[in-house]
């Protein structure tokens, strides 16, 4: 049997994670690219990224959404779901 190849890419910016990743309990993250490739990110790289612009809560490029990206409208009455 032979070990599964890998290669460590280091990424110079906290943009470059993808939306969709999951995660493991010791904190390792990981996710596939569209084309099946597995990309996994290690503690000590999301340490180094935590004072990253992109890290701030809540982010700066968020659009406006009442409710829900900001506060609601005082005069506005929440909405019921219809199921």
């Known amino acids: 049997s032979r070990a599964i ?12 994670l993808p939306p969709d990743y999951c995660t493991t309990p010791g ?6 690219t569209p084309g099946g490739t597995r990309i996994i990110y ?12 992109m ?3 809540p982010p700066c490029h968020l659009p406006d959404i009442p409710g829900v990206t900001s506060p609601s409208s ?4 929440p909405k ?3 199921n």
């Not at 190849?5 to 470059?16: E, I, K, N």
């Not at 904190?27 to 596939?32: E, Q």
């Not at 290690?42 to 612009?53: A, E, H, T, V």
Request: zero cysteines.
């Open 80 to 82: 019921a779901e219809a």
């Open 74 to 77: 005082a005069g506005e009455e």
């Open 55 to 57: 890290a701030q809560t």
């Open 42 to 53: 290690d503690r000590k790289f999301l340490l180094d990224r935590r004072n990253s612009p």
């Open 5 to 16: 190849p890998t290669r460590t890419v280091t990424l110079s910016d906290a943009a470059q």
């Open 27 to 32: 904190g390792t993250l990981f996710s596939t």
